[in-house]
Nanobody, 123 residues
């Protein structure tokens, strides 16, 4: 069992930056790749970014590539999402996720989910 708790959401103006953090706990958490998803208002949840369990490889959705950086601290069991040049269309509930495979997460699925944190970008 893996528990994920997100933090860092909030309100930011377009063009601004925001960092999200996810604290992971559980006996096997170090075995998992980690990722971020988001669900815009009225839309389905979508993949944003993922990072392998070692942190050596990352993957991004085309919609956020070059504006978002995912990183993890394996010692602290945290994963972070730094978002820059934010746009109103980035407004969504952002979810931290864990799965054995980043490929699975790119496909929209994950074994474990956090409760989500709201990010609102004003124009």
């Amino acid at each position: 069992q893996v528990t994920l708790i997100e933090s860092g959401g909030g309100l930011v103006q377009a063009g601004g930056s925001l960092g999200l953090s996810c604290a992971a706990s559980g006996r096997t958490v170090k075995s998992y790749a980690m990722g971020w998803f988001r669900q815009p208002p009225g839309k389905d949840r979508e993949f944003v970014a993922a990072i392998t369990r070692s942190g050596s490889s990352t993957s991004y959705a085309d919609s956020v590539k070059c504006r978002v950086t995912i990183s993890r601290d394996t010692a602290k069991n945290t994963v972070n999402l730094q978002m820059n040049s934010l746009k109103p269309e980035d407004t969504a509930v952002y979810y931290c996720a864990a799965d054995l495979s980043t490929v699975t997460m790119r496909g929209g699925r994950a074994d474990y989910w956090g409760q989500g944190t709201q990010v609102t970008v004003s124009s």
